[in-house]
């Protein structure tokens, strides 16, 4: 749940931690319209490497939190089901779920988590997190589709914050011990140390780990608290990508888009039973097909021979050399110590153990089709 660069010759926004990367000696980059910390001194591989071993530490308040509110959750989880696939009206207190909002023809237009508070007196609101470069068209849509059912909030005065890896959970117990006790995809408002927060246990490397939610005046204060732990270091954009290939974790405007639907992205997970027999959401005509046909092609995972990483938009072609697909995420995995890729291919070309090949600069590079994820998940569940 990831964005690339806007392009916009518009001036860069800073996040609240702008101060605290700068500090740090990060490098920082145009991205999704936000100057961001790429890498820090250590560099990428280190920091990939860390977040494996212990715990890493992003600023993701780029991304867009928002809230809907209607008169109860019955009413809500009514007016953002016409909107996305997930079933939301099923969603407990205090649980979170993955979707995505999809245009009529259910190509994804962005996807989000979607939050019920725990709380009985917050019945009848949902929490939002949106992607950073989607977030404008986000929240006009929803204001224009829910008019008159659910009200929009957004909450640009608040940070965000992911505490990533195995060591997070020990982390967060010393500062805010009713954290260690949430479940995976468990939400939660609770104090860090006296700092207010929302907090939810999820994340998008992989790894166990909590995104916290925090007043953007109290985000340095949160941030300074965190990372003087010796088991904690700030990690940037570069390795919070190769830690979400290594999930095979899909990122919005490459792995995903407009063009693409949830069944072909291998996403029909986040679509529960009701909702795929019901329909009654953007494009449902064609996902349920999809869901009861399959889909002409699939997001697969791809393991190419040698050490150098394959890019997005190389081409994917069978043993007679036809084109079958292309790359919409590549390179180099630190865990694995090579390079991995995602991509579509025709679905006859999908199955695990399937012998491709991808352009590498001119030159077809043996490639095999493997289970995503590439390192296996480790997330905190019952």
């Known amino acids: 749940m990831t964005e690339p660069s806007s392009g916009s010759d518009d001036p860069l926004l800073e996040t609240p931690l702008h101060g605290a990367h700068v500090a740090l000696g990060a490098r920082m980059v145009p991205f999704a319209g936000y100057a961001m910390p790429v890498q820090y001194p250590s560099g ?116 965000l914050l992911a505490l990533q890896g195995p060591e997070a959970a ?23 140390d006296g700092i207010a927060v929302g907090l939810s246990r999820s994340g998008y490397t992989g790894e166990d780990g909590f995104e916290i939610s925090v007043g953007a005046g109290e985000a340095r204060a949160l941030w300074d608290r965190l990372t003087a732990d010796p088991r904690v270091r700030p990690i940037g954009l570069g390795a919070r990508d190769s830690l979400r290939l290594e999930a095979g974790l899909c990122l919005y405007g490459h ?14 997970w986040s679509i529960q039973k009701r909702r795929r027999e019901a329909g009654g959401f953007p494009g449902a005509v064609l996902v349920r097909r999809e869901l009861e046909d399959g889909p002409a092609r699939l ?14 938009g190389a081409v994917i072609k069978n043993s007679f050399g ?4 292309s790359v919409t995420s590549g390179g180099f995995g630190p865990s694995l110590g090579a390079p991995v890729a995602m991509g579509y291919v025709l679905r006859r070309f999908a199955e695990p153990g399937t012998a491709l090949t991808v352009d590498l600069r001119g030159k077809d590079v043996p490639a095999t089709v493997v289970p995503l994820p590439f390192v296996p998940h480790r997330y905190k569940k019952p």
Not at 95 to 107: F, K
Not at 304 to 312: D, N, S
Not at 322 to 325: A, N, T
């Open 44 to 159: 990428i591989i280190a920091e990939h490497t860390h977040t494996r071993a212990a715990a890493g530490l992003f600023d993701v308040s780029h991304m867009g939190q928002a809230s809907l509110r209607a008169a109860n959750h019955a009413a809500v989880a009514a007016a953002l089901e016409a909107l996305v696939p997930a079933d939301i009206l099923g969603l407990a207190p205090g649980r979170q779920r993955y979707s995505q909002l999809l245009n009529a023809d259910g190509g994804i237009l962005d996807d989000l988590m979607v939050s019920r508070p725990a709380d009985p007196a917050a019945d009848g609101t949902l929490a939002l997190v949106v992607n950073a470069s989607r977030k404008a068209a986000d929240f006009a849509l929803l204001r224009e589709r829910l008019a008159g059912k659910a009200e929009l909030l957004v909450h640009d005065d608040r940070a």
């Open 170 to 192: 020990a982390v967060m117990a010393m500062h805010c011990p009713p954290a260690a006790a949430l479940p995976f995809m468990g939400v939660a408002t609770a104090t860090i």
């Open 255 to 268: 792995d995903i888009d407009e063009t693409t639907s949830p069944v072909e992205a291998g996403l029909t």
């Open 299 to 312: 997001r697969i995972g791809l393991r190419p021979e040698g050490r150098a990483p394959v890019r997005e």
């Open 322 to 325: 036809d084109v079958v697909g």
